[in-house]
């Protein structure tokens, strides 16, 4: 990425840096009495919050930070700017902090532009701490929120300010952002020399792992003892997430396949698997042949290339079996293009021609299934994970979902797995 957007240079947050200098003792006493009864009222208010701020150690860093930040494991703040806020916006701030280590915000950057990524993280965060009412919505100083960035995962507000880059004010949107993020990138310190800059506090990479891993033992017992309901939802993905990991989608697809058939194998029906060599196989027995459904969102954001790719893949997946049945077809508020595949056409695959390009309508496929009585023994929806409606009949069949594009979905059932095509 360029390091201009929009014809602007990358910079940080210098409007309070007038408050960067000595500290005064006074000041930051009444400053640390202030933080401490900010986490205590967390403790009291909101457990998740404050039992995981307590793990973070405070650190006057009244000589090179103006407002507040995090490295996972210190809580840096400015004194003078702690004394600004009021006492219940405090708890927002350390709120703010907390959340930004929860959600690994320094670790999922990846690629992206750090200005835009660090503006969306705040969006993100603001708006969990809103709704969930954690201490006082900061006014007392500019801070970022936007009703439409409500629940969404830092990514997807990134993708929205990306698309709109040229028409925001990049100038505006980074004197609302209430902390230095730590991210080891120059749109922190923007290039400058300095005492500040010298004295800013630097972790490696094997620290930052050790305190992100730390972290997530620290998330699982702070949501254990909090209060139901009081948890963000995306706090409950990351914690789905590290209790039950996401399996590889190739993984999860060969291992649904398999465990919907039985292991029951005769001699009087032998295996084409063995017809290249001087063998003769036991086969699956009739009726025991797989027999899956795969749906294809080509609501819009899915490009035939991807679902050309994932049917290959599926076709190179189902040769491990002796017998089986393939049933594509597309969607998006309609079905369309319906095809059965077997071992005789089942080259013919790559042939397949996706349909479709309205919405994401999930119901249409459980509708088309039951009109037809067909009740498969694993049905496959490759999707974007955005549907305009309900998800579809959770009782009505085993359901994979293989969804692109959503870095954070939360299909209500079935088991799911990231799509990439790596």
């Known amino acids: 990425m360029s390091d201009v957007i929009g014809g602007k240079k990358k910079k940080r947050n210098k409007k309070f840096d007038n408050l960067i200098g000595p500290t005064d003792p006074k000041v930051d006493h009444a400053a640390r009495e202030r933080l401490v009864t900010a986490r205590i009222g967390l403790l009291l208010r909101h457990s998740f919050f404050g039992n995981l701020a307590t793990r973070l150690t405070l650190v006057n860093a009244d000589e090179w930070c103006g407002t507040a930040a995090t490295d996972g494991k210190k809580f840096y703040y400015n004194s003078r700017f702690i004394m600004m806020l009021k006492p219940k916006e405090v708890e927002f701030l350390v709120g703010h902090e907390v959340l930004h280590v929860v959600y690994d915000h320094m670790g999922r950057r990846g690629t992206r532009d750090p200005q835009i990524w660090n503006i969306a993280d705040d969006y993100a965060v603001n708006a969990d701490l809103k709704r969930h009412k954690v201490g006082d919505f900061i006014t007392t100083v500019p801070c970022l929120y936007e009703t439409k960035y409500d629940g969404k995962a830092a990514e997807e507000i990134y993708d929205d300010l990306m698309k709109n880059v040229q028409k925001i004010s990049l100038d505006d949107l980074i004197d609302k952002m209430l902390d230095d993020h730590m991210d080891g990138d120059g749109d922190s310190d923007d290039g400058e020399e300095g005492e500040g800059k010298s004295k800013r506090p630097k972790m490696s990479d094997e620290e930052r792992e050790q305190a992100r891993q730390e972290m997530k033992q620290a998330i699982l017992q702070a949501a254990q003892s909090a209060e139901a309901g009081s948890l963000p939802k995306g706090v409950e993905r990351l914690i789905k997430d590290v209790t039950n990991p996401v399996m590889p989608w190739r993984e999860l ?84 293009n319906c095809k059965d595949f077997t071992s005789e056409n089942l080259d013919t695959i790559d042939e397949y021609e996706p349909q479709g390009g309205g919405g994401t309508d999930f119901g249409v496929i459980f509708d088309y299934l039951k009109e037809a009585g067909n009740v498969p023994k694993r049905l496959i929806v490759f999707t974007d994970g955005y549907p305009c409606g ?29 799509y990439d095509d790596k």
């Open 253 to 336: 697809i060969q291992t649904n396949l398999t465990s919907a058939i039985r292991t029951d194998y005769s001699w009087m029906r032998p295996s084409r698997r063995g017809w290249h060599m001087d063998a003769v196989m036991p086969g699956m027995t009739p009726g025991e042949e797989i027999d899956v459904v795969v749906a294809l969102d080509m609501s819009g954001s899915i490009g035939d290339h991807q679902a050309k790719a994932f049917l290959s893949e599926i076709a190179g997946m189902m040769e491990a079996f002796d017998g089986y049945k393939v049933h594509v077809f597309c969607f998006d508020t309609d079905i369309y």
């Open 390 to 418: 309900t998800w579809g009949d959770p009782d009505y069949c085993d359901t994979t979902w293989i969804i692109h594009g959503d870095k954070n979905p939360n299909p209500p059932f079935g088991t799911y797995a990231i």
